[in-house]
T-cell receptor, first 116, second 114 residues
């Protein structure tokens, strides 16, 4: 099945520093969804990117989809302690979609810790 | 109501027990999912239901048996589990299975098999 690689696995920053996580695939992605999971919590949907080169912003969060639709990134400006958690990218596999429906494949996630 | 509700939140069961996990949503979502998540790992898809019909089974062992009694409810029946089945079991739903909508996850059932 399609694999989505996510780096880095861990990132520790000082409060106020920026943070970026990257999601890469060897094949073209149909779309990318981003989720945040707080420690002890459940994944929460953040955003979806569909178009090549798409850029979306949510306050301090900026999401990008690569021109070739093989990579995506999430950038947080001026991190806060409330940003702590694991950020997952997830791809919906096209080959399954046309037969029996969608399957979201999650990357391994980037665990962000923020030192106050 | 914009939530997916899962019960119980915690469950400890023996290897010979039979138990069920429950999931409920009232958002009108017609696709519902079961995921398994081990510590420090991403969620792994187990089952997908679309319009109350099972559409994807990710080769899950038969000791896990899903059921979708109606469009709002999803159950996961557990029988003769192994200690390695201990994990966080997440239910999720989405508006349409075949379109690009985000999933709404429940808070999960933390299962321990002893």
């Amino acid at each position: 099945g399609q694999q989505v690689m996510q780096i880095p696995q861990y990132q520790h920053v000082q409060e106020g520093e920026d943070f970026t996580t990257y999601c890469n695939s060897s094949t073209t992605l149909s779309n990318i969804q981003w989720y945040k999971q707080r420690p002890g919590g459940h994944p929460v949907f953040l955003i979806q990117l569909v178009k090549s080169g798409e850029v979306k912003k949510q306050k301090r969060l900026t999401f990008q989809f690569g021109e070739a639709k093989k990579n995506s990134s999430l950038h947080i400006t001026a991190t806060q302690t409330t940003d702590v958690g694991t950020y997952f990218c997830a791809d919906r596999e096209r080959e399954i979609w046309e037969t029996s429906g969608s399957r979201l494949t999650f990357g391994e996630g980037t665990q962000l810790t923020v030192n106050p | 109501d914009t939530e997916v509700t899962q019960t119980p939140k915690h469950l400890v069961m023996g290897m010979t027990n039979k138990k069920s996990l429950k999931c409920e949503q009232h958002m009108g979502h017609r696709a519902m999912y079961w995921y398994k998540q081990k510590a420090k790992k991403p969620p792994e898809l187990m089952f997908v239901y679309s319009y109350e019909k099972l559409s994807i089974n990710e080769s899950v062992p038969s000791r896990f048996s899903p059921e979708c009694p109606n469009s709002s409810l999803l159950n996961l029946h557990l029988h003769a589990l192994q200690p390695e089945d201990s994990a966080l079991y997440l239910c999720a739903s989405s508006l349409w299975q075949y379109y690009n909508y985000g999933y709404t996850f429940g808070s999960g059932t933390r299962l321990t098999v002893v």
